[in-house]
């Protein structure tokens, strides 16, 4: 603990800290728990996406055998950018996905199988699900780190700051009370000893 002064004028001061950290302090827990909300919707929205990605493997694994064909169905199209924007929840910026854009190529429907269409719209479905998988984590590690830090200053304030500011006021209180009650006994002898 910082060596305090015991006056009047730093009693006040350490006062008006008191009813700054107090009035603070309620903010940063109000933060905390809107940030706390934010990442268990991140979580619901990547247990979902989980399952449609799972749901969507499983449906095309009737047929994800005909890619062993030998025809590489990459060539006709590519991932061109993923497109974000950026969102604001609770005073925190974070991504928020827009769509996935694709490159493609034509190909001849005369000398490519019929299961081409169907395989090319498989995996941009499949990439746009992993591409709003990526960007829900970035969500979340992002809003994990603002919880974090949120956690950090409601800590301070509870466990340091409020603690050590009611100390410190009633270590000055002491002292002046102390000093006054002095006061008034030396004015006491000193008028006694006139008196007499």
């Known amino acids: ?6 006056t009047k004028n730093e ?7 008191l009813d700054r950290f107090e009035r603070y ?10 940030l706390q909300r934010q990442i268990n919707r991140v979580h619901m929205d990547i247990d979902e996406l989980s399952g ?16 062993s064909e030998g025809i590489d169905i990459s060539r006709w199209f590519k991932i061109k950018e993923i497109v974000t924007s950026t969102g604001n929840i609770a005073g925190v910026d974070i991504p928020v996905y827009g769509e996935t854009k694709f490159e493609t190529e034509g190909y001849d ?7 081409v ?18 960007i829900k984590k970035q969500q979340e590690e992002t809003l994990q780190e603002e919880i974090r830090i949120a956690t950090q200053r409601v800590n301070l304030f509870e466990q340091v700051k409020i603690p050590e500011a ?12 102390d000093q006054q009650t002095a006061q008034v006994i030396r004015g006491k002898i000193a008028k006694a000893k006139k008196a007499s």
Do not use: C, H
Not at 11 to 17: E, G, H, T, V
Not at 26 to 33: A, F, G, H, S
Not at 117 to 134: C, F, H, P, T, Y
């Open 1 to 6: 603990m910082a060596k305090i002064r015991l």
């Open 11 to 17: 009693l006040k001061n350490q006062k008006d800290d």
């Open 25 to 34: 302090l309620p903010m940063l827990q109000l933060r905390k728990q809107q």
């Open 52 to 67: 449609k990605i799972m749901s969507f493997e499983n449906k095309i694994n009737s047929w994800i055998d005909v890619f």
């Open 109 to 115: 429907l005369m000398k490519t199988p019929l299961w």
């Open 117 to 134: 269409d169907s395989g090319i719209e498989a995996v941009r479905n499949m990439a746009q699900l992993r591409a709003q998988m990526k």
């Open 166 to 177: 009611r100390d410190n006021i009633r270590a000055i209180s002491i002292y002046l009370g």
